[in-house]
């Protein structure tokens, strides 16, 4: 009897841990949604995005330091051909403005489809009362969650971005 509880309580105890772990959330450049627990396993590129989801499922944000930073100047010299505003020349300017507006009218379409889900989730829920339902509300709220807080992140290197082009000058044909 002494063995079976001290297996039942090592198992209760491993498994606990086990589950403490949290899970790492990010979307690559195909829009594929990743999952993993291991945060040497996501991709260099999307380190800095990847959303951090605790057990308890609050979402912890990524690191803003860490993301999307404006590239360094480029080297005296390297390009005069064409004028630049901060270090930066044209072309850059405008691919980072498009970029960054493209992917947050690419969110909120992708946010405003997962409410109207969302909406037919808590319908069935309520309906049926399966166990399963209710996982399917959770997780589904908490892409939406995880989505907004992309969003807002996005929103705020837009703003940034704008500063930035204030700071150096750069024309408002560059920002299209």
């Known amino acids: 009897m002494n063995r079976f509880l001290t297996a039942l309580c090592f198992i209760a105890v491993f498994s606990s841990s086990i589950a403490a772990a949290p899970i790492y959330q990010w979307t690559d450049a195909n829009g594929v ?14 380190r800095g995005k990847a959303i951090r989801r605790e057990n308890d499922g609050k979402v912890k944000a990524p690191n803003p330091a860490t993301q999307n930073a404006i590239p360094p100047a480029p ?3 390297a390009n005069h051909a064409e004028p630049s505003h901060g270090g930066h020349v044209r072309g850059w300017w405008g691919e980072r403005f498009r970029t960054l507006r ?14 109207t889900q969302l909406v037919e989730l808590r319908r069935k829920r309520a309906i049926f009362m399966r ?46």
């Open 75 to 77: 080297p005296p010299g």
């Open 131 to 176: 166990g399963r339902d209710r996982e399917a509300v959770n997780m589904a709220q908490a892409e939406i969650d995880a989505d907004n807080a992309r969003l807002a992140d996005l929103e705020r290197q837009l703003k940034v971005l704008e500063q930035n082009a204030d700071e150096a000058g750069v024309p408002a044909g560059w920002r299209q």
């Open 33 to 46: 949604t990743n999952f993993t627990d291991d945060p040497d396993s996501i991709p260099k590129t999307y």
């Open 102 to 115: 493209e992917e947050i009218q690419n969110l909120k379409a992708a946010i405003d489809q997962k409410q």
